[in-house]
Each structure stands twice: as structure tokens, then as C-alpha cells.
């Protein structure tokens, strides 16, 4: 059994996708596809723009999709390779998504384009941070955050990997929190480079304003099941797709859960599919029975059994 996962925000990088564009005709139709659906050259700020034009949210999450969605379609068409369960980091879960047959890719690209743009939005505070605590055990995190008395926000954001977690929320209780995990023998604490808080309930009104324009969308059902980022479990249907994304963007992304259910469900192999290979190593630091692969360039399409 194989699962194709997809990345999130963080990933993306100037100049990812150019190779596929150049080589196959099937990427190069969804690049181009996209600036059409959103009236802008995007592909011309993922291949020649600035990085830190490449990094706003509101570029970063269609560019990433678009990147993925089209080397998925170069795996469609030229392959007879494909999965048979999927997830998605975050934003990942779109293509998620659409890699299930659950959203075509007009719809998907309309959505990704109008979440990033909230999420880049939402924290009107501008005091949002987000922070990476490395080398304390997961559970013992949760606890100190349930116990952590602040009068801002901390909220647990991403549960990642074995030892790993991302926390959200005010810079003066994150700022705060990191110090307390830092005497509770965290190995690293790491600020992450983002626009805004993600994945906390500071988004609030990003979650509430995304799930009207969900409820909006058309879905369908899945024949692949995706695991989803709030509760970590397999869903198909259509109807329950507009609340699991929506929830998404104020509640904790469960990435470990997933790993550990796609490895109770018998996945074997794993594929990231798209810029990077952040998630490969998440997987790695969570277990070791599933190989892992990366299919970031063309050659990597070696990687694929015929």
C-alpha cells in the first residue's frame, strides 16, 4: 500500500517547477491553466520572481499547489503508479484533494488563492508568531500548554514529528512558552518565517470567511481515501469536506497521527510529491517501516515502479 502526500507553506522556492514545465507538455498545460483561472502570471513569480514576493502567503499556497498539481498530472499521464490512500501538510491538503478526484482544479486553484489571502489577512493584531520546539516529547508539550497561564494566545499548531511541534499565537505568550520549553529540556526553539499565526485562534475569521466559500464550492466524492489534518482520519465524502478544511485553519495540524494511521492501515511507501522534502523527514522521525521518497524533479520520476 502507498500514499502520495503533499507539502505546506514553507516549501516553496524560486525556480521549483521550471524543470517539469520545460520537459513535459502536461505540466506546462497546468502552469499555464492556473494563470488563466487566476488572471495573473503566477508562473512567471515562481520561476523568475523575487523570494520574498515568493513567501506572501497569498503567492506561496496557489505556487505551491500548482507545482504539485502539475508533476501529479505528469505522474497520471505517463505512469500506470499511483496511490492508494493521500494527505496534505496544511495548504498540502488541497492537492490532497484534488490528487483524491474531490475538487477539479479550477475550484481548487480559486480556493488556495482566496485562503492564502485571508490567512495573509486574518491576524489584524500583526503580533502573531509561530515557533518550532524540538526535543521534548510531544505529549508532555500538549500538557504544558494546557497548563501554560498567559493572558494571550499559545495554542499547539502542528503536531509534526517525534519531538517535534509548532506553537501559535501571540509573540508575547509564544515568546513566553518557548522560554518555559527551553527549561523543560527542549533541545531547539526555532521562530518560523510566516506572515501571520497559523493554525491557532487567531485565524478565527479566516476559518469562518473560508468555510462560506467552502460550503459554495462543489466536491465529490473520493475514491481514495484522504486522511485529514484535524483529526487525523480517513474520510470519502463530500458533505464533510467544507467543515475539515475550514477547521483546519484554526486547529492543530495532526501530521504525526496521520503518519502513525497510514502505517496502522498498511502504507509501506510513502511519496512526497512537489517542492522540498520537508515531509519525508517528518515521516522518518516518526517511523521507520515506511520508505520514503521524494518526487521533486524529473528524475526523481526513477523513483516510481512501472
Known sequence: MRAFIFPGQGSQKVGMGKLWYDKYPEAKNIFDKVDDILQESLSKKIFEGQEDELTNTENAQPAL??????????????????CDITAGHSLGEYTA???????????????????????????????????????????????????????????LANDNSTGQVVISGNKESVDDFKLLAKKEGAKLVVDLKVSAPFHCSLMKNAGENMKTELERTEFFNTKIPIIFNVNATNCSLKEHFPSLLSEQITKTVKWREIIINMENQGVKEIYEIGSGNILIGLVKRTTKNIKCFSIQNPEDMDNLKK
Open 65 to 82: 499547489l500548482t507545482v504539485s498539481i502539475a508533476i501529479l498530472e505528469v505522474i497520471k499521464k505517463r505512469t500506470n503508479f499511483y
Open 97 to 155: 484533494l484534488y490528487a483524491a478526484g474531490g475538487i477539479n482544479l479550477v475550484s481548487v486553484t480559486k480556493l488556495v488563492k482566496y485562503r492564502g489571502l485571508l490567512m495573509s489577512k486574518s491576524d489584524e493584531s500583526r503580533n502573531g508568531k509561530m515557533a518550532a520546539i524540538i526535543g521534548l516529547n510531544n505529549d508532555h508539550v500538549q500538557k504544558l500548554i494546557e497548563d501554560f497561564r498567559h493572558s494571550g494566545v499559545c495554542e
